[in-house]
T-cell receptor
Framework: QQQVKQSPQSLIVQKGGISIINCAYE??????FPWYQQFPGKGPALLIA?????SEKKEGRFTISFNKSAKQFSLHIMDSQPGDSATYFC????????????FGTGTQLKVEL | DTAVSQTPKYLVTQMGNDKSIKCEQN?????MYWYKQDSKKFLKIMFS???????INETVPNRFSPKSPDKAHLNLHINSLELGDSAVYFC?????????????FGQGTRLTVV
């Protein structure tokens, strides 16, 4: 059972464009929603995270939008750059759940010149 | 200074062998994890330790045995390796285990079973 569904599987964006990756979750107990970025041959690294008490969080060019009623959250990358080309994972965890991260299936982003 | 370091980075071995992967973190974190990333890049938690105590065991075959000699180290021993064990194994750590917080991942160990 895939508790966090992520789309699209892959995404090609032109330099300067907006990249949008969507995730949907089923477990209403989830209360921490991070996004991780992974480059080839490296481990995932935290990009940005949100808790359900806010609907949006912005850090530089990266924004998370969160819709609690729809059980959906998304990552927006503004002014996408070739250096943003990586695999992006959404994730979710539950307070008291040992910080166990349940990951989405990943989105491979390629930003073209 | 590497925050979470794993050794080896690559491991090629034959079916039936026993192998270990070592992990060390110098962040002073209380909690450490093992995650498995399969060929489709799907990441799934295997184990979690908090101050040397096992707190998460995600129905992993008992051929996999984690060991935490102290809170800075979490090793993974795998017995009787099978072809399906081929994957990238990531060690991670975080400062506390009760609520959501950043997990710091190592560079991964690519295990290939032939």
């Amino acid at each position: 059972q895939q508790q966090v569904k992520q789309s699209p599987q892959s995404l090609i964006v032109q330099k300067g464009g907006i990249s949008i990756i969507n995730c949907a979750y089923e477990n209403t107990a989830f209360d921490y929603f991070p996004w991780y970025q992974q480059f080839p041959g490296k481990g995932p690294a935290l990009l940005i995270a949100i808790r359900p008490d806010v609907s949006e969080k912005k850090e530089g060019r990266f924004t998370i939008s969160f819709n609690k009623s729809a059980k959906q959250f998304s990552l927006h990358i503004m002014d996408s750059q070739p250096g943003d080309s990586a695999t992006y994972f959404c994730a979710a965890s539950v307070t008291g759940g040992g910080n166990k991260l349940t990951f989405g299936t990943g989105t491979q982003l390629k930003v073209e010149l | 200074d590497t925050a979470v370091s794993q050794t080896p980075k690559y491991l090629v071995t034959q079916m039936g062998n026993d192998k270990s992967i070592k992990c060390e973190q110098n962040l002073g974190h209380d909690t450490m994890y093992w995650y498995k990333q399969d060929s489709k890049k799907f990441l799934k938690i295997m184990f979690s330790y908090n101050n040397k105590e096992l707190i998460i065991n995600e129905t992993v075959p008992n051929r996999f045995s984690p060991k935490s000699p102290d809170k800075a180290h979490l090793n993974l021993h795998i017995n009787s390796l099978e072809l399906g064990d081929s994957a990238v194994y990531f060690c991670a750590s975080s400062p506390r285990s009760n609520w959501g917080t950043e997990a710091f991942f190592g560079q991964g160990t690519r295990l290939t079973v032939v």
